[in-house]
């Protein structure tokens, strides 16, 4: 009967497709079903008992939960439930709608608190203060216990976050951003911060508070860190008081032998001739005033001869300008002397040294042609010597012309040298930022001798100034700066200025009496600083004043904990 319904050409439809329609759309409304079923078991409509389970969260980073307790992985502070067994997820975006007043008063009352007093928001540590601060066993700010007394306030009381003061209720709650609690606004619209005393606002990153019109600024790149006392005693900080004082009288330093200046002599040739023969022949023998040198002949200086002994015999009036050519030529007076006994002309002549002292350089040999100008011996005396001393720059200004110096030299152990200061020179050694400084020393024995290298110590002024130990300053290479323990666990580096050292402290400028500064262990405080001041630059993290040392530094071999969740 079907096929007689047909159209001419159509077949009929093969069987079972009936069937097959109807188990697709079976299917389709299943899977609706079971969509429904997973949105609401997301949302908490179904399954209470599964959303009614316990969570557990970092108080100062509210993403991170976890199912079981534990420890936060970025900062190692304890989970604590999540108020009314809120997921993770609704905690973090704020959806909290209990009494924070209300908690923090349940926790007030099992501490014994009273309205106005400060606790920490972690009731199991059992912090109670009469005063904002800081809770030395977590480090989280210490919130004030609220109390009926409104007056001065017309309105309904306005709550904001610490941290995010865009973020304003009328009443008492959760910041949906970070999860702190909201405090209370002051009647004038200024926030009172909980846990900060008043006019004594957390400093941004890289920048510090000022201690004193003297004190340093903070370290660009580094920000103040809060570390829990328990961890400092792990890492072993120390630190030391900044005291007043002097540094030793004393820059110590090394030096170089070298010869004075002014007791050096060089003989040149004063014209041209051939050398006949030397009479001091060796580098550094030991020669007297007007000592002979060397003999030379010269054409030149035959000829001079000539016409001085001329002069004697024909025209005496020329007999000085002849004598005095003779003298400038090299001539020493005992040489004429024996010219004029002798009455005739010598085939060579002697040349002398000037002074007395060691031939330092020798250049005359034996037969050698000599032109004016040529260096034939070079004379020092020995008999008083510089040292040259390097200083470094900050401490030039210690150093005073006359000032005494001593000497010890490695050749001689034990033995020290007594001089005085005789000159500083005006220009910096760029490669080692040092000054050179001019000792002179007595050598009569002639111990010091050019080259030798020793220690030095200069006695100086000791002006007096803030001492710390030279572990407490760090020189990153752009900054010179000291970390200020400043109580509680808070750490704030601190930048100085060095402008004396002595032996193991230093004497800086940017640190006020009375200071503790770290000196042991400051590396670790150090990184999490920095740390810290680049995840604020980045925008990252909820720091909140309350910068925790992390736990990759504090304990390189720490695990993260079981079960957390970020």
């Known amino acids: 009967m079907i096929e007689n319904q047909l159209h001419e050409g159509e077949e009929p439809p093969p069987p079972g497709v009936r069937t097959a329609g109807m188990f697709r759309?079976?299917?389709?409304?299943?899977?609706?079903?079971?969509?429904?079923?997973?949105?609401?078991?997301?949302?908490?409509?179904?399954?209470?008992?599964?959303?009614?389970?316990?969570?557990?969260?970092?108080?100062?980073?509210?993403?991170?939960?976890?199912?079981?307790?534990?420890?936060?992985?970025?900062?190692g502070m304890d989970l604590?439930?999540?108020?009314?067994?809120?997921?993770?997820?609704?905690?973090?975006?704020?959806?909290?709608?209990?009494?924070?007043?209300?908690?923090?008063?349940?926790?007030?009352?099992?501490?014994g608190a009273r309205p106005g007093q400060w606790i920490c928001p972690m009731p199991e540590d059992g912090v109670v203060r009469d005063e904002p601060?800081?809770?030395?066993?977590?480090?989280?700010?210490?919130?004030?216990?609220?109390?009926?007394?409104?007056?001065?306030?017309?309105?309904?009381?306005?709550?904001?976050?610490?941290?995010?003061?865009?973020?304003?209720?009328?009443?008492?709650?959760?910041?949906?951003k970070c999860g702190m609690y909201l405090v209370r606004k002051a009647a004038d619209g200024a926030q009172a911060e909980q846990g900060v005393a008043p006019g004594h606002a957390h400093p941004a990153a890289g920048e510090s508070h000022e201690h004193s019109a003297e004190a340093g600024k903070g370290v660009p790149g580094l920000t103040e860190v809060v570390i829990p006392s328990e961890r400092l005693a792990r890492i072993g900080v120390r630190t030391a008081k900044v005291e007043r004082g002097r540094l030793e009288g004393q820059v110590r330093t090394v030096g170089v032998v070298a010869p004075d200046e002014r007791r050096r002599y060089v003989v040149q040739a004063r014209f041209s001739g051939w050398i006949e023969k030397l009479l001091v022949d060796e580098t550094g023998a030991t020669v007297r005033t007007g000592e002979p040198l060397l003999q030379i002949y010269s054409p030149e200086l035959y000829q001079a001869q000539v016409e001085y002994l001329n002069a004697l015999k024909w025209s005496p009036e020329l007999q000085d300008a002849a004598?005095?050519?003779?003298?400038?030529?090299?001539?020493?007076?005992?040489?004429?002397?024996?010219?004029?006994?002798?009455?005739?002309?010598?085939?060579?002549?002697?040349?002398?040294?000037?002074?007395?002292?060691?031939?330092?350089?020798?250049?005359?040999?034996?037969?050698?042609?000599?032109?004016?100008?040529?260096?034939?011996?070079e004379v020092a005396d020995l008999s008083r010597i510089w040292?040259?001393?390097?200083?470094?720059?900050?401490?030039?200004?210690?150093?005073?012309?006359?000032?005494?110096?001593?000497?010890?030299?490695?050749?001689?152990?034990?033995?020290?040298?007594?001089?005085?200061v005789s000159f500083v020179y005006p220009t910096v050694e760029p490669s080692t930022r040092t000054m050179k400084v001019r000792l002179e020393i007595a050598n009569a024995s002639i111990a010091l001798r050019p080259g030798m290298f020793g220690d030095v110590r200069l006695d100086v002024e000791a002006p007096e100034g803030a001492i710390v130990p030279r572990d407490a300053v760090i020189d990153s290479g752009e900054h010179v700066y000291a970390?200020?323990?400043?109580?509680?666990?808070?750490?704030?580096?601190?930048?100085?200025?060095?402008?004396?050292?002595?032996?193991?402290?230093?004497?800086?400028?940017g640190?006020?009496?009375?200071?503790?500064?770290?000196?042991?262990?400051?590396?670790?405080?150090?990184?999490?600083?920095r740390l810290r001041a680049a995840l604020a630059g980045m925008g990252g993290g909820h720091d909140h004043g309350d910068l925790k040392d992390s736990r990759a530094l504090a304990e390189p071999g720490a695990e993260k904990t079981k079960g957390v969740t970020p």
């Open 323 to 377: 004598s005095q050519r003779l003298r400038l030529l090299g001539i020493a007076e005992a040489d004429l002397a024996a010219l004029r006994k002798a009455g005739k002309a010598q085939r060579t002549m002697t040349l002398r040294a000037p002074g007395a002292g060691h031939v330092l350089r020798k250049g005359a040999i034996a037969g050698a042609y000599v032109s004016p100008g040529d260096v034939l011996f």
């Open 133 to 176: 601060g800081r809770c030395e066993k977590c480090g989280m700010s210490l919130v004030q216990v609220p109390g009926d007394d409104t007056r001065g306030q017309e309105g309904p009381a306005i709550y904001s976050c610490p941290m995010h003061p865009e973020v304003e209720h009328e009443g008492p709650g959760k910041c949906p």
């Open 80 to 111: 604590v439930p999540i108020d009314g067994g809120a997921s993770g997820s609704e905690h973090a975006h704020g959806h909290d709608h209990g009494d924070a007043d209300g908690s923090i008063a349940r926790a007030a009352k099992q501490l």
């Open 511 to 529: 640190l006020d009496d009375g200071e503790e500064v770290v000196t042991g262990a400051g590396f670790f405080i150090d990184s999490e600083s």
């Open 25 to 75: 759309w079976a299917m389709l409304a299943i899977a609706l079903l079971g969509a429904g079923y997973t949105v609401l078991l997301a949302t908490g409509v179904v399954g209470g008992a599964s959303a009614a389970a316990v969570q557990y969260h970092c108080p100062m980073h509210p993403t991170v939960v976890s199912d079981v307790p534990g420890e936060c992985p970025i900062c």
């Open 387 to 420: 040292v040259l001393a390097d200083v470094f720059e900050q401490e030039i200004p210690r150093v005073q012309v006359g000032a005494t110096a001593t000497f010890a030299a490695a050749a001689h152990p034990g033995d020290r040298f007594v001089g005085k």
């Open 483 to 509: 970390i200020v323990a400043r109580g509680g666990g808070r750490f704030t580096p601190r930048e100085v200025h060095i402008t004396g050292r002595a032996g193991d402290h230093v004497m800086v400028v």
